[in-house]
């Protein structure tokens, strides 16, 4: 089946440390997104790839940074997490930017920081 | 601009009750209207979706309808189960921007 993958599904990492989230996807489609979740809130997007284009909202932390090294791929780099960085952090994909169609949501990953 | 106002919750309901979660919506254009629901420790699924004004969405024994003379998107199910508990996301899609709704929690008691 086609879909999105989010690896670790799990990441605990200590205040400062750098991490790194990966995302994956199978559908082929062009835009990828990343979005950061805190309980149950509504997702926060933090930035998007139109293929290699790539978007940062304007309230992004500058600690967050993304690589897009081929469509299939997205990564999410976090230069020095907070406690505040603590979330669930969502990929997702949508098969065209600029228009109306859904995106597909991997199953997240939820990030501890100590 | 573009938004999405979602009932609040949390709503708690007995097993086979009637559900409902408002939904309205504000746009510039035309957006195409969605439900994602989203399980505990999981990311978001979407549930149904709406393209164009009068369109019904459908999935699972949930609907919704695209109405624009009222702005809204109101989820529905004749008959809720445990199973459903969950949190629902109304979200709306224009230009290639999407707004969610805060989110609303159900909690399906049996």
């Known amino acids: 089946d086609a879909m999105v993958i989010q690896n670790p599904r799990y990441q605990v990492t200590q205040f400062g440390k750098p991490v790194t989230l990966s995302c994956s996807q199978t559908l082929n489609h062009n835009v990828m997104y990343w979005y950061q979740q805190k309980s149950s809130q509504a997702p926060k997007l933090l930035f998007h790839y139109y293929d290699k284009d790539f978007n940062n909202e304007a309230d992004t932390p500058d600690n967050f940074q993304s690589r897009r090294p081929n469509t299939s791929f997205c990564f999410l780099d976090i230069r020095s997490p907070g406690l505040g960085d603590a979330a669930m952090y969502l990929c997702?994909?949508?098969?065209?930017?600029?228009?109306?169609?859904?995106?597909?949501f991997g199953p997240g990953t939820r990030l501890t920081v100590l | 601009g573009n938004s999405v106002t979602q009932m609040e919750g949390p709503v708690t309901l007995s097993e086979e009750a009637f559900l409902t979660i408002n939904c309205t919506y504000t746009a510039t254009g035309y957006p195409s209207l969605f439900w994602y629901v989203q399980y505990p420790g999981e990311g978001l699924q979407l549930l149904l979706k709406a393209t164009k004004a009068d369109d019904k969405g459908s999935n699972k024994g949930f609907e919704a309808t695209y109405r624009k003379e009222t702005t809204s998107f109101h989820l529905e199910k004749g008959s809720v189960q445990v199973s459903d508990s969950a949190v629902y996301f109304c979200a709306l899609a224009w230009v290639g921007q999407f707004y969610f709704g805060t989110g609303t929690s159900l909690t399906v008691i049996p």
């Open positions: 997702a994909t949508s098969g065209l930017e600029g228009g109306r169609n859904e995106q597909f």
